[in-house]
């Protein structure tokens, strides 16, 4: 994982994920750590990028530390964080090298984060400091896009997004091996102000890769976990061979 791989479309980041319905998400997220007798208290997202999941999990009642690898990610969470009245902590750190000298009963790490890291040993290693992280009884609830979802549905697709905020080109390229190299191109006007007549190109390519479910099961329990429960992403039914996002709950 590249920090360098998100500064530039850091500023503009919450343009392209503006279809995420951040608060469902972190109404599911509460409802299924309460299911596990998991109430509001310290939790670390890993992974966090803008906080605008934070954001609302702090709403909650939750106390947030936000962890990225992306300078420029943080500080975009943390003005987020001053406008919306909350306080988040904010650590620039490597997920794989998490060290928080604490212990925790909730750790999230969503929108595919553990897809962003560059291998398989690097997710197995992110795991076991996860593990290492959590106090007795607690949960490492993340998502990750699938196999199905790399192949089929980002594959070697290109994708457009345009609105008066700007506009965004998405070029996917498929690498083998359940690997995708995705392209943005994105168009912001001077000062993110719409109706500007100068307009700044920014451009970023990062890879993902997509890792069948069973080996992250087994992974999760080399690690220490006991029990994992599988959901197709935000919906409570369990995982479909078309599902393009799983949520693990391990515990």
Same mark, same amino acid.
């Given at each position: ?13 919450? @343009? ?25 208290? /310290? +939790? ?7 906080? =605008? +999941? ?21 500080? $975009? ?21 998490? /060290? ?20 398989? =040993?690097? $997710?197995?290693?992110?795991?076991k400091r996860v593990r290492e992280h959590l106090s007795h009884g607690g949960a490492f609830i993340f998502d990750v896009n699938t196999v199905y979802k790399h192949k089929t549905v ?6 457009? @997004? ?5 506009? +965004? ?5 498929? +690498?083998?091996?359940?690997? $995708? ?5 994105? @168009?912001?006007? &001077? ?11 920014? /451009?970023? =390519? ?28 935000? &919906? ?5 061979? &078309? ?7 391990? $515990?």
């Amino acid at each position: 994982m590249r920090a360098e791989g998100y500064s530039a479309i850091a500023p503009s980041y919450d @343009f392209f994920t503006e279809n995420v319905n951040y608060r469902a998400y972190a109404d599911r997220l509460c409802f299924l750590a309460g299911s596990l007798g998991i109430r509001p208290g /310290s +939790l670390v997202d890993l992974g966090c990028g803008t906080a =605008s +999941l934070g954001i609302e999990l702090a709403k909650r009642g939750f106390d947030v530390t936000g962890v990225d690898i992306s300078c420029d990610m943080l500080a $975009v969470a943390e003005k987020k964080s001053l406008d919306a009245g909350v306080r988040l902590r904010l650590i620039n750190q490597d997920m794989t090298e998490l /060290s928080l000298g604490r212990r925790y009963r909730l750790i999230i790490s969503t929108l595919d984060g553990l897809n962003h890291l560059d291998n398989f =040993s690097a $997710v197995r290693t992110t795991l076991k400091r996860v593990r290492e992280h959590l106090s007795h009884g607690g949960a490492f609830i993340f998502d990750v896009n699938t196999v199905y979802k790399h192949k089929t549905v980002l594959g070697n697709s290109c994708f457009i @997004f345009d609105s008066d905020r700007g506009y +965004l080109g998405w070029q996917n390229d498929y +690498l083998g091996k359940n690997r $995708v190299r995705i392209t943005l191109d994105l @168009f912001v006007p &001077e000062g993110n102000s719409p109706g500007a007549s100068v307009w700044k190109r920014r /451009s970023e =390519s990062f890879v993902e890769t997509a890792y069948p479910v069973k080996k992250l099961l087994r992974a999760l329990r080399d690690s220490g976990f006991k029990r994992v429960l599988l959901y197709d992403w935000l &919906e409570k039914r369990p995982p479909r061979a &078309e599902s393009e996002k799983v949520l693990f709950v391990a $515990v």
